[in-house]
């Protein structure tokens, strides 16, 4: 798949000096370029499971094993610019929407809860009313993180370019046995690139944390006396199990906190509320 992302053009070779008298064409300075020189793939395994709503029950549920791969970036939306404008394949890597296990199970459940009186007929007591019209419902996610790039925001190829991605060299394993917020990555896996250099390190090298997240109702329909119509008082939980999701580290070269994470997802959240359905 051709996408379109941001080139630098007309930057000279890596060296020494002025970047502008050893442009391809002096005249002109730095160019900033979209073009659909991009490419895409994506390989992948989805399953599915369904139970349809029947006797008040209904279950689906979705997994998906999955590689996505780009040169240049992931289109204009989720555009990256090249390291190398000279060397496209260099940045070769995962895309920044993989997610190589992603899973997702959603449900609704009516409570099969009557109230009936010893003889069998019903009693639209008090009784009744409390214990019959709950339904629990909600939506659970797991998948595994984002893959993301380690970037240092100077011009050490001295190439004047429009904007600056070089990455670092790649000097051993960044990843880590036990990922933390602390250090979710091995920050001395890097090292800056020598003068005039582009680094070695491949583009989006680094995986972000994953999240885990299940958001819960408890919904108690009461039925008025007028045609569908009803009244529906609901618990809504986000979060449910207090998680903590973190978000992407830190993966600028040159900050104090490179290699750590310094946020997170909100932790949980209850809100209550009142429904007229009509």
Same mark, same amino acid.
């Given at each position: 798949? /051709? ?48 139970? /349809? ?70 009693w639209m007591t008090l009784g ?75 583009r989006n090298i680094v995986t ?34 207090? /998680? ?35």
């Open positions: 798949t /051709k996408l379109s992302i941001f080139l630098s053009g007309n930057d000279p070779e890596p060296g020494p000096g002025d970047p502008n008298p050893r442009r391809p064409h002096m005249s002109v300075g730095s160019v900033s370029l979209m073009t659909a020189v991009a490419t895409s793939s994506y390989h992948g395994l989805q399953l599915k499971m369904e139970k /349809k709503f029947v006797q008040g029950l209904g279950i689906l549920g979705c997994y998906t094993f999955s590689k996505a791969m780009s040169i240049g970036g992931d289109g204009f939306g989720m555009s990256a610019s090249p390291q190398n404008s000279r060397d496209l394949a260099a940045d070769r890597g995962l895309s920044a929407f993989h997610r190589r296990h992603n899973f997702v199970m959603s449900y609704v459940y009516e409570l099969p809860f009557k109230y009936r009186s010893p003889a069998g007929g019903r009744a009313h409390l214990l019959e019209g709950w339904e629990i419902n909600g939506i659970t996610t797991a998948r595994t993180g984002q893959p993301i790039n380690v970037a240092i925001p100077r011009d050490i190829p001295n190439i004047g370019s429009r904007g600056y991605v070089v990455r670092p060299n790649l000097v051993a394993d960044p990843r880590l046995p036990d990922p933390s917020a602390a250090a979710w990555f091995n920050p001395a896996a890097f090292e800056e690139p020598g003068p005039y250099q582009f680094g070695s390190a491949g972000g944390p994953g999240i885990y997240n299940w958001t819960f109702g408890l919904f108690k329909n009461i039925d008025l006396q007028e045609k569908q119509k009803r009244i529906q008082l609901r618990i809504e939980t986000f979060n449910l199990f207090n /998680k903590v999701n973190l978000s992407n580290p830190d993966t600028n070269f040159d900050s104090a906190t490179f290699g750590q994470i310094l946020a997170a997802a909100p932790a949980r959240q209850v809100q209550f509320g009142l429904k007229y359905l009509f």
